[in-house]
């Protein structure tokens, strides 16, 4: 399987505990997107990475969560002390690096998701 | 700031009759990207199209069509004779270049489209 995968698919977790989730990108793709997506609503952005370097955040991005890309490879994003309200799905999608868009798609391909629940 | 809205919140339509889920954006950008996404019951966003703020051609892909109209800022998407597997929730999205480089999407709210066999 060559697409975006995420792990773990589901996590329960009690309030006040650290999660940790993480992303592969598809490989090549220097572009990596982390977004949160609460029920009923559309997906909403968190932080944006360009190799390894984490060039934008959210202000949805509280300093509860950190987001890592240690070697522009795989990412991971934690949430410490989780609350009920972190309780969403986690999205994370990439891209193909800005030299490779002639004549291709310039579409963010999404992973499956972390579905975290907070008790 | 973008915003994306997507009116409609549900839709039920019975097989084989066309649907048109709308979609209205709000941008300051000259240059901006317009998308629709799939999310079916297995919550994995499936791409189906991508359009610039310059190509206000509209497209037909097999069962989809897009029409996109820069006058009214909207981006609406029919499915013609829809079939159960077309049922999903179908999000409009809309991005731009940052400073950064950074395209990142901004999505509506989606519409869950139902098709009844």
């Known amino acids: ?119 | 700031a973008q915003k994306v809205t997507q009116a409609q919140t549900e839709i039920s339509v019975v097989e084989k009759e066309d649907v048109t889920l709308d979609c209205v954006y709000e941008t300051r950008d000259t240059t901006y990207y317009l998308f629709w996404y799939k999310q079916p019951p297995s919550g994995e966003l499936v791409f189906l199209i991508r359009r610039n703020s310059f190509d206000e051609q509209n497209e037909i892909s097999g069962r989809y069509s897009w029409n996109f109209q820069k006058s009214t800022s909207s981006f609406n998407f029919t499915i013609t004779a829809s079939q159960v597997v077309d049922s999903a929730v179908y999000f409009c999205a809309l991005s731009f270049i940052s400073n950064f480089g950074n395209e990142k999407l901004t999505f509506g709210t989606g519409t869950r489209l139902t098709i009844i066999p």
């Open chain 1, 1 to 119: 399987d060559t697409g975006v995968s995420q792990d773990p698919r589901h996590k329960i977790t009690k309030r006040g505990q650290n999660v940790t989730f993480r992303c592969d990108p598809i490989s090549e793709h220097n572009r990596l997107y982390w977004y949160r997506q609460t029920l009923g609503q559309g997906p909403e952005f968190l932080t944006y990475f360009q190799n390894e370097a984490q060039l934008e955040k959210s202000r949805l991005l509280s300093d509860r969560f950190s987001a890592e890309r240690p070697k522009g490879s795989f990412s991971t994003l934690e949430i410490q002390r989780t609350e009920q309200g972190d309780s969403a799905m986690y999205l994370c999608a990439s891209r193909v690096p800005e030299v490779k868009l002639a004549g291709a798609d310039h579409e963010q391909f999404f992973g499956p998701g972390t579905r975290l629940t907070v008790l």
